[in-house]
């Protein structure tokens, strides 16, 4: 059974509902943005990712209209949206701040943005109500916004936001302000609300569970660049550079000189020690720097050395980090690396294998980690 | 509770009698059936009836309260524009001097206020009268009214306002529908604080008015150079009367919406 998977990416005929032209925004000297291009589709879960000060906020605010770019053209569903005001615009916002009106019930901050379209009386109340259900805020459609708990007030202000059924929703660092437990139930909420009313949202987050969690797409950022666009999948075990590595998840990350070998590439990258094995770099030459990166759960752990593994080495178990539901073991070889092998704790605590001081064996298959150019 | 020391309770009464001991005394003549403000005489209302017969007091009290209510109008629109204006410029060069040029009055010798002012209206070939008292007060109470509503714009938050143009508000809808709602209080603190400040202005409105118009405060001063009466004493008292129930009413309705607030976010917080 062919599963009809989402990939308008993928599809060269597919219309972008936004599209990046090289935009460019400056502050002065400081360039927020720079040189940006980039599309995205219709009921796309777009998750923009990066420290602060990357330039993720910026680019949202130029969706929503509170930024001009200095350079390039932003156009929406084909038409350039650079000099039309933050209030004609099908865009809507859900700010981090939640930026309720405190002065304002439930009720009417929902009614607000519909007011202001001159929209008919009984189809504001039908459309509220609506909102009501989605969010499961009937009960509290009378209260004032300081009346209601902080996760509360976070679905009001998506109620409010997707109340003009926004060709996009903007989302501001959404959950930042809810603890971690609401936060993954919320993560989960969105995305069924995203998947409810079919509108394509963009996500800033600084959070890569998060934008791992909820995103189609994932747009890891760094100094107003995108680095790398891409399915979480993809953006995890196919990183295209150490620093989109390093950003999502653990990684150990090894540099040396390159050595292709048939259809493997070798990488020496410590004297005594054996070269790491694994796919090939295309266009890696003889003696050309490299860097590879492997995920800590990729790494096997065990006092024996095993059989036919591709890469194995041997050290000691420096430090253990128990997290209840797996280990990970800094093993430090004799170099001084430190390499992080992760396992599960599928057994109880009391039989744990190995302990601090214990020589142990790490290895990986040869298509367990990937080598990269920077 | 801490116990109250001999010296708190000194301390205490001589800080109040300082305060209040001038009050008191003027209250207490203003019942005095004698003419002579210093003799005591016996009880007696009747001063408070030539005061309400004294079609020249009550004149200036109607001069005054046009006066006053005018120039808070116009002083809250000006002064709230001003805060508004400094507290988004962010920063530029100049800041401190223009925030301080826009503070400066409030620290200004009244005398010199009202001489410059005076000198303004004579150069310019006005008739002077409540236009022009109107005109002064605006002058000076902007200021105060500036300062309150900044320190609330202050805390206020910007994202509150962009979230207003984002859902379709116009720039004036966002500041009429939102803005102006939120610093409301801050606003009429403001108007308040214009209002009283008008009210018992003596010195500007000496420089700045014109034979046709005479405040209360001028004519209680012109009033006192021919000697004390106790009718002033009586006028004085009602003053003092009407501001004491403005102050308290202001405080009660205030400490109301605190007391709600407060509860309300109880309840919220037992329902999280």
């Known amino acids: 059974m062919a599963l009809d998977v989402f990939a308008p990416w993928d599809d060269p005929n597919a219309k972008p509902l936004i599209q990046f032209q090289n935009v460019t925004k400056r502050f002065g000297d400081f360039t927020a943005i720079d040189d940006l291009t980039v599309d995205i589709f219709e009921k796309e879960f777009f998750a923009l990712l990066g420290p602060s000060g990357c330039g993720k906020t910026t680019m949202m605010r130029m969706l929503a209209g509170f930024e001009t770019p200095t350079e390039g053209q932003i156009l929406l569903a084909g038409e350039d949206i650079g000099p039309v005001p933050p209030n004609k615009r099908a865009v809507n916002m859900m700010f981090q701040s939640y930026a309720l009106f405190p002065h304002l019930s439930i009720w009417e901050n929902i009614a607000f943005g519909l007011r202001r379209d001159k929209m008919p009386k009984d189809q504001i109340g039908e459309r509220v109500e609506e909102m009501l259900r989605l969010t499961r805020l009937e009960k509290f459609a009378r209260r004032k916004p300081h009346q209601i708990s902080g996760g509360q007030r976070q679905r009001v202000a998506l109620a409010r936001s997707l109340a003009k059924a926004p060709k996009l929703l903007l989302l501001d660092e959404p959950l930042g302000a809810l603890d971690k437990k609401l936060r993954q139930e919320t993560q989960f909420e969105l995305m069924d609300i995203q998947e409810t009313t079919g509108t394509t949202f963009v996500i800033v987050t600084h959070d890569q569970e998060e934008a791992m969690t909820v995103a189609s797409r994932v747009a890891v950022m760094d100094h107003g660049k995108i680095i790398q666009v891409s399915t979480p999948d993809v953006i995890y075990e196919a990183p295209n550079s150490t620093y989109v590595a390093d950003f999502i998840g653990d990684v150990n990350l090894l540099s040396g000189k390159a050595d292709p070998q048939g259809d493997k590439l070798h990488m020496h990258w410590a004297e005594g020690q054996p070269a790491v094995v694994g796919s090939p770099l295309e266009g890696a030459i003889k003696g050309q720097d490299v860097h590879y990166a492997i995920r800590p759960e990729k790494v096997s752990i065990s006092a024996e050395k095993p059989e036919n593994a591709a890469n194995a080495i041997q050290g000691e178990v420096h430090d253990i980090a128990y997290l209840g539901n797996i280990s990970t073991y800094h093993v430090q070889l004799p170099g001084g690396q430190i390499i992080k092998a992760q396992s599960a704790n599928n057994r109880r605590i009391s039989r744990r294998a190995f302990t601090w001081e214990d020589k142990v064996w790490l290895s990986w298959t040869d298509t367990a980690g990937v080598f990269l150019e920077r | ?272």
């Open chain 2, 1 to 272: 509770m801490r116990r109250m020391t001999w010296f708190n309770v000194t301390s205490l009464t001589f800080g109040f009698a300082f305060l209040y001991l001038p009050m008191v005394i003027l209250i207490i003549f203003s019942f005095n059936e004698s003419k002579l403000v210093t003799v005591w005489a016996g009880f007696s209302t009747k001063w408070y009836g030539e005061v309400l017969r004294n079609t020249a007091f009550l004149d200036a009290a109607w001069v005054t309260v046009k006066v006053a209510f005018l120039s808070s109008c116009l002083a809250t629109i000006l002064g709230t524009m001003t805060a508004i204006v400094m507290v988004r410029a962010g920063r530029f060069r100049g800041r401190t001097l223009f925030s301080g040029m826009i503070y400066a009055p409030m620290v200004m010798p009244e005398v010199i206020t009202g001489l410059s002012l005076l000198l303004l209206f004579i150069s310019l070939g006005m008739d002077r009268g409540v236009f022009t008292i109107v005109l002064a007060h605006t002058t000076f109470a902007m200021c105060y009214v500036s300062v309150v509503v900044s320190s609330r714009l202050v805390s206020f938050d910007q994202s509150l306002e962009e979230a207003a143009l984002d859902l379709g508000c116009s720039p004036v809808q966002a500041f009429r529908l939102v803005t102006l709602p939120i610093i409301a209080p801050a606003v009429i603190s403001g108007w308040l604080l214009a209002f009283t400040l008008s009210l018992d202005d003596l010195v500007i409105a000496s420089f700045t008015s014109g034979p046709s118009a005479t405040t209360l405060p001028m004519k209680i001063w012109s009033s006192v150079r021919l000697g004390v009466s106790p009718e002033i004493n009586a006028l004085s008292t009602i003053m003092i009367l009407v501001v004491a129930i403005g102050v308290i009413t202001a405080s009660l309705i205030n400490k109301r919406n605190v007391m709600r607030q407060r509860r309300e976010e109880e309840a919220a917080d037992k329902l999280a």
